[in-house]
């Protein structure tokens, strides 16, 4: 696995979920640490500090919102700014809404491709260049397996996840003799704090025990029956940071226990 001292990392909407599991992964392997995302600010001053204390590099918080171009571009060039260098950059920020898609709030429509679709863009444009000029950098872009197919009622999600992944291809071509890789990683479902609260209300809706809300609706299409951990994500971003890794670019590589291969 990557030893990451002196590298620096961003990892957008990392205040929960799977973007607090990756950004513990860098602390761990001892990288300089961004956490961005939205939240109680005590909440993410204390996961701050934990993360700080893990870390032998240092962990700060930049509050940019990943629906702001302006903000975005000042969180890449405010770390260049602290740590000297942007060598990690994880997109990861991203909201969902489910919905017909002639019913499909219009508001939520343009959210849902701002930040989980054009931020990786901005980031992406800021960092290109700090990357380019250390001469090594890694993008990693945390689509979905919706970003390889499609489900009913979230257009805006797989087309935003999509779209992910075909930046992902472009940018990878670009900086390819730089020293820099473009990878995304395709999860399946991940039991965070933001699917689980789904159950309960899914059970009661659907007549059903959680436990079978959570293998015939949640697991339905993933094969191996079980969630995908924050930590095996974790566990899969390091090893694109790692030098093994220099010849792997451009790659949507799932992580769905099945579900895209069928
Ligand atoms: P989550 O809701 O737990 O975390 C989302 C993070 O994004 C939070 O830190 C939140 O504050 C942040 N965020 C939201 N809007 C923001 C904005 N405007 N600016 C900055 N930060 C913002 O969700 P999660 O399940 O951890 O999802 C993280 C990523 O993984 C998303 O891109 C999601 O599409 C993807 N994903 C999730 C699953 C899953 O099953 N949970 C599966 C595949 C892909």
Known sequence: MAELSGKTAIVTGSTSGIGLGLATGFAEAAANVVLN????????????????QMSSGHVIYNGADMTKPDEIEALVQDTAKEFGSVDILVNNAG???VSPVEDFPRDRWDMIIDINMNSAFHTARAAVPHMKKAGWGRIINIASAHGLVASPFKS??????HGV???TKTVALEVA????????????????????????DTAKARGMTEDEVKRDVLLAA????KFVTVE??????????????????????????GWTAA
Do not use: H
């Open 37 to 52: 995302g939205f939240g109680d600010a005590a909440e993410i001053e204390g996961i701050r500090q934990e993360l700080d």
């Open 95 to 97: 909201v969902q809404t």
């Open 156 to 161: 805006a999600y797989v087309t935003a996840k």
């Open 165 to 167: 992944v075909g930046m």
């Open 177 to 200: 003799e730089e020293g820099i890789t473009c990878n995304a990683i395709c999860p399946g479902y991940v039991l965070t704090p933001l699917v689980e609260k789904q159950i309960p």
């Open 222 to 225: 993933q094969w191996t029956k």
């Open 232 to 257: 095996q994500l974790a566990g899969v971003a390091l090893f694109l940071c790692s030098d093994v890794a220099e010849n792997i670019t451009g790659v949507a590589l799932p992580v769905d226990g």
